[in-house]
């Protein structure tokens, strides 16, 4: 007897205990738009900046799970108007933010990109840009940017307060894919689906629309993710800063939930999709025509009306109460192997851009020194690293969080969209959540990718093997079961 009442007191209180749980909700945005002109990420070419047709911002959502005055754990999600996050940027954040404060765990911080093409370069790789009183270099817009991130991660942090939360699904046709398959087996990215020999896509597209909803405690809604597998990729070829689609979707959310409410980018694994339209591109165009919309506005509506559908579905099944549960974890992934023929095809290639520098030192394009030292070292370098090691590994950092009856994982890859249905098929959550390019980026293909060869499935486009790819996608699964023990 006296067992059977201290089993119902330990109960009890573990009932008390779990009831008194609070999430806390921060959100912050701020603009990252450089002053000056800078060169922009997203393209082989070297490109400067020739103006601003819209800002680039961060959004920042943190949240905290607390027990009276114990914090139970937390994570900060950024989403960032960039093309990928480089490590040397993520490391500069997390640099500044130790100093601004403290009480931040910068390793329970998410920052993933939005994957626009027009946006500023963050990489250490256009070493000869042109001397002028209105160029950033490289260095200063990391510094710049950091510094903007930083800040708006701290202010996050810091305005936390009690708040509730909400999910849903809907769909949105947003992405598609963009690998072409022909008759003799190849792959051509962006390839002509009107030549007689084409025969289909090589993947298929995810059109699944995630949204998260946080609101305070006085049902104010404070902040909206959106998760689409699709990068925004639209106006990438424009020489002027641009944060893509992203931008009207945030004016036009804005327009329906307030212009205070912080909106977040999430995009899914889609490594292989693209908002472009492959084919009835004739219909399609006629379809926004009449509507009198251009391509983002098109992307915007539809984004607009699945979110605002989730919105109306799920307002009144709001919790505050809830688990939140966050892992982080270094993996060690298998590589892509670099043969022989690829490395002396990268060193013979290297050499041609190098004597096309030293030929014209002073005019020499610097998207030269990208071929040479990037696209083509990158390959020579890991050929060199395979023969003192032939299983060398690729180490990554991925987050896995569980909220509520959610999950939210996150990898650094433009990861192809079948690793994400393997991940989403498996998951132990009513609804997962993917972030891809939550890191360095580098694409990372599926098997028949490989085969089908062509950009994006090629020794110098992906540094981590398929196999590798699946070793991402267990680990992951495995982590995600791990919370719902």
């Known amino acids: 007897m006296k067992n059977m009442i201290l089993s119902i007191v330990v109960a009890f209180c573990f009932v008390l205990s779990i009831e008194a749980a609070q999430l806390k909700v921060g959100v912050s945005r701020a603009d990252i738009t450089p002053p000056k002109s800078v060169p922009i990420h997203g393209q082989f070419p070297l ?11 961060v959004n920042v959502t943190a949240l905290e799970m607390v027990d009276g005055e114990k914090s139970l754990d937390n994570v900060i999600f950024v989403s960032v108007d960039l093309v990928a996050i480089p490590n040397n940027f993520l490391e500069a954040i997390q640099k500044q933010i130790t100093v601004k404060d403290t009480s931040i765990d910068v390793q329970k911080i998410v920052v993933n990109a939005t994957h626009t093409h027009t946006a500023t370069t963050l990489r250490l790789v256009y070493p000869d840009l042109p001397k002028s009183d209105n160029i950033m270099d490289v260095q200063e817009s990391i510094d710049f940017t950091a510094s903007r991130v930083a800040d708006a991660i701290v202010t996050a942090w810091q305005n936390r307060k009690s708040g509730k939360m909400a999910y849903g699904l809907d769909f949105a046709v947003v992405g598609f894919s963009r690998r072409a398959v022909f008759a003799n087996g190849r792959t051509s990215l962006y390839g002509n689906s009107n030549d007689p020999n084409f025969r289909h896509y090589e993947n298929m597209e995810d059109h699944d629309l995630g949204a998260l909803f946080f609101w305070d405690e006085n ?38 939930f307030g212009k205070d409410v912080v909106i977040l980018g999430w995009c899914s694994a889609a490594g292989d999709n693209s908002p472009h339209v492959q084919y009835r591109r004739a219909a399609i165009n006629r379809m926004n025509s009449l509507r009198k919309l ?14 605002t559908d989730i919105y109306e579905t799920i307002k009144d099944a709001k919790v505050s109460d809830l688990p939140l549960i966050h892992r982080v974890e270094t993996l060690q992934l298998s590589m892509s192997k670099v043969t022989e023929t690829d490395y002396l095809t990268a060193k013979k290639e290297r050499e041609k851009q190098d004597a096309l520098i030293k030929s014209r030192p002073d005019k020499a394009p610097a998207e030269l020194v990208w071929m040479a030292h990037y696209w083509y070292g990158n390959v020579i370098e890991r050929y060199e690293a395979q023969q003192k090691n032939p299983d060398v590994r690729y180490p990554t950092t991925i987050h896995v969080i569980r909220l509520g009856d959610t999950v939210i994982c996150s990898n650094q890859f433009e990861l192809f969209t079948d690793f994400g249905v393997q991940m989403k098929a498996q ?20 098997e028949r990718a490989v085969r089908g060869g062509g950009y994006s499935a090629i020794i110098q486009s992906n540094p981590v093997s398929p196999q590798g790819g699946q070793e991402l996608v267990k680990r992951t699964v495995e982590l995600m079961k791990e919370l719902w023990k």
């Open 294 to 307: 251009n391509e983002m506005q098109e992307i915007a509506r539809k984004i607009d009306h699945a979110v």
């Open 427 to 446: 998951s132990p959550a009513i609804q997962t959540f993917l972030i891809q390019l939550a890191g360095d980026g580098s694409y990372l293909p599926t």
């Open 47 to 57: 490109r400067l900046s020739q103006g601003v047709e819209t800002p680039l911002t």
């Open 219 to 256: 049902d104010q809604l404070l902040s909206v993710i959106v998760n689409i597998a699709c990068p925004s990729q639209e106006v990438e070829g424009r020489h002027k800063i641009n944060a893509d689609f992203w931008h009207p979707v945030r004016e036009k959310l804005a327009e329906r």
